[in-house]
């Protein structure tokens, strides 16, 4: 079965400095990749996703993911951290399925906390 | 676009009782609904995949009879927690999709607590 891993469940950084969110998976064929913020008591915002083609993706808000297929992972990053991006960070994998993906599993989640 | 909106956003009722939540696809026909649960500091777990006019499918270990869901029009799914126990009290998401190769856009979820 996939499987979505999020290493990292709270990171705290300083306002300005930069962001990397890792996330692996565990599947055969490259599944459909996305990552989502949520903030307290509120549902998913998408940040960005992965199906084909350029391997680095842009995403709302600065943020920018890598896909390697070499080491199944999918990290999030962001030059510079505002504040306002203190929140639960989520990766999500879909396996493929006639022309889509069936159904999405989520990793456990990093929680980001942005020192002043 | 692409906006989702589930009711309520929270929840109370007495153990024993049902209660129904909604989701709707504001601005698209979505012909797949999926429903989450998420508990505390947790991440999601998805409980079923709503989609429209058909049987909704459970993922292993939610309970169908408890939690009844119905996906009767191409911009609404419901789920009704049956006969409510204070361990049902949680957090539930909805998410609908346009097509299934596009992403998943999530309602603000809603908190349901069993006294």
């Not at chain 1, 064929?29 to 307290?40: D, G, H, I, R």
């Not at chain 1, 890598?66 to 929140?87: C, G, Y």
């Not at chain 2, 993922?59 to 609404?76: P, R």
Request: hydrophobic residues 35%; neutral net charge; glycine residues 8%.
């Amino acid at each position: 079965a996939q499987s979505v891993t999020q290493p990292d469940i709270h990171i705290t950084v300083s306002e300005g400095a930069s962001l990397e969110l890792r996330c692996n998976y565990s599947y055969g064929a490259t599944p459909y990749l996305f990552w989502y913020v949520q903030s307290p008591g509120q549902g998913l915002q998408l940040l960005l996703k992965y199906f084909s083609g350029d391997t680095l993706v842009q995403g709302i808000k600065g943020f920018e993911a890598e896909f390697k297929r070499s080491q199944s992972s999918f990290n999030l990053r962001k030059p510079s951290v505002h504040w306002s991006d203190a929140a639960e960070y989520f990766c999500a994998v879909g396996e493929p399925f006639s022309g889509g993906y069936n159904k999405l599993i989520f990793g456990a989640g990093t929680r980001l906390a942005v020192h002043p | 676009g692409a906006v989702v909106s589930q009711h309520p956003s929270w929840v109370i009722c007495k153990s024993g009782t049902s209660v129904k939540i909604e989701c709707r696809s504001l601005d698209f026909q979505a012909t797949t609904m999926f429903w989450y649960r998420q508990f505390p500091k947790q991440s999601l777990m998805l409980m079923a995949t709503s989609n429209e006019g058909s049987k909704a499918t459970y993922e292993q270990g939610v309970e169908k009879d408890k939690f009844l869901i119905n996906h009767a029009s191409l911009t609404l799914s419901t789920l009704t927690v049956t006969s409510a126990h204070p361990e049902d009290s949680s957090f539930y998401i909805c998410s609908a999709r346009v097509s299934e190769d596009s992403p998943l856009h999530f309602g603000n979820g809603t908190r349901l607590t069993v006294t």
